[in-house]
């Protein structure tokens, strides 16, 4: 309409954007966007746009790098030391039997993920428990079980390290994923136990 001053679209850039929606009252909602893209159509022009492939569908993953926000994760059986994460690391202690961290509501194809990726560290407790477990649930099994879980050990003797489920070579992962749950030790006896980041890779 003549209201930029050049033609030549190399002269724009995408210099910002935003994206939200309305929530009434105090709740806390969680929002997953898939297949952004951003279409330029030029007025006038004969020829049909460029065809680009579909980028990938970007999968989630929880950084926990803000203060006080657990991302949509919930806490059962621990309790949050420093009123949520902070300073990039959620700090829990787990103080008896099946300590769990419930994820948000997702919608991810499980073809598309082959593992999930957790950083952690242990700080205590008997080895028997040392073991981290990973379910999911899926919009045709909507239930945890152990049947959709895999267990891995843990290390006992904190430090930070990185555990891996991998997921796509298990019999029950399939169809569309809409809830994690970890249960980042079999049980604890007081001590303290850290997430840093859950990465769907």
């Given at each position: 309409?003549?209201?930029?001053?050049?033609?030549?679209?190399?002269?724009?850039?995408?210099?910002?954007?935003?994206?939200?929606?309305?929530?009434?009252?105090?709740?806390?909602?969680?929002?997953?966007?898939?297949?952004?893209?951003?279409?330029?159509?030029?007025?006038?022009?004969?020829?049909?746009?460029?065809?680009?492939?579909?980028?990938?569908?970007?999968?989630?993953?929880?950084?926990?790098?803000?203060?006080?926000?657990?991302?949509?994760?919930?806490?059962?059986?621990?309790?949050e030391l420093n009123g949520g994460p902070s300073n990039g690391l959620w700090i829990l202690r787990a103080d008896g039997a099946d300590p769990q961290l419930v994820g948000p509501v997702l919608k991810v194809d499980s073809q598309g993920v082959a593992e999930i990726a957790v950083r952690a560290a242990n700080n205590g407790n008997a080895l028997a428990a040392?073991?981290?477990?990973?379910?999911?649930?899926?919009?045709?099994?909507?239930?945890?079980?152990?049947?959709?879980?895999?267990?891995?050990?843990?290390?006992?003797?904190?430090?930070?390290?990185?555990?891996?489920?991998?997921?796509?070579?298990?019999?029950?992962?399939?169809?569309?994923?809409?809830?994690?749950?970890?249960?980042?030790?079999?049980?604890?006896?007081?001590?303290?136990?850290?997430?840093?980041?859950?990465?769907?890779?």
């Amino acid at each position: 309409r003549g209201l930029l001053r050049s033609a030549d679209l190399a002269d724009y850039r995408m210099g910002g954007m935003n994206m939200g929606w309305e929530v009434p009252g105090l709740h806390v909602v969680t929002m997953q966007v898939r297949n952004f893209s951003l279409k330029i159509e030029t007025q006038g022009s004969t020829e049909p746009p460029p065809t680009t492939p579909e980028p990938p569908t970007s999968l989630p993953s929880f950084e926990f790098d803000v203060a006080g926000d657990s991302e949509g994760w919930t806490p059962r059986n621990l309790t949050e030391l420093n009123g949520g994460p902070s300073n990039g690391l959620w700090i829990l202690r787990a103080d008896g039997a099946d300590p769990q961290l419930v994820g948000p509501v997702l919608k991810v194809d499980s073809q598309g993920v082959a593992e999930i990726a957790v950083r952690a560290a242990n700080n205590g407790n008997a080895l028997a428990a040392a073991t981290m477990q990973l379910f999911w649930a899926t919009t045709d099994d909507p239930s945890f079980s152990e049947a959709k879980s895999i267990r891995i050990p843990i290390s006992n003797t904190g430090g930070w390290r990185e555990y891996v489920f991998q997921v796509s070579e298990h019999a029950r992962w399939g169809g569309e994923i809409t809830k994690l749950r970890l249960d980042p030790i079999a049980y604890g006896d007081g001590h303290a136990i850290g997430i840093d980041y859950i990465r769907l890779r």
